[in-house]
């Protein structure tokens, strides 16, 4: 697993950005398959939450990460600020999960 730190704070505690490295984002598309979703979803939910719509939103954000990580590392980042999850709607079924952030360099403080 990479060192790259990610966080939606401006900085990091005990540390300096030393240098900007630019806008980073990973992206992940979640594609449901209506039939077994429908299925899935009448035995799922519970409360008003579905538990397997929840994962696979879940597995998209890791991926999404997975994705901002790669980004940051070619650009021999060890950390991401500022970093924000943004979700949408691309088509019936299919959900959109973006990260993005900052890649910057620290140094200790």
Do not use: C, H, P, Q
């Amino acid at each position: 697993m990479s060192d790259v730190i990610i966080t939606t704070t401006d900085g990091l505690d005990g540390r300096d950005v030393s240098e900007y490295l630019g806008v980073v984002s990973g992206e992940a598309v979640i594609g449901a398959n209506v039939v077994s979703d429908i299925a899935a979803g009448i035995r799922d939910v519970v409360g008003g939450r579905s538990g397997s719509y929840e994962k696979k939103i879940e597995s998209g954000r890791e991926e999404a990460i997975k994705d901002l990580r790669a980004d940051a590392e070619e650009l021999d980042a060890d950390a991401v600020v500022g970093a924000s999850f943004d979700y949408e709607e691309m088509a019936e079924g299919m959900l959109w999960v973006n990260l993005s952030g900052t890649a910057v360099r620290t140094r200790s403080e």
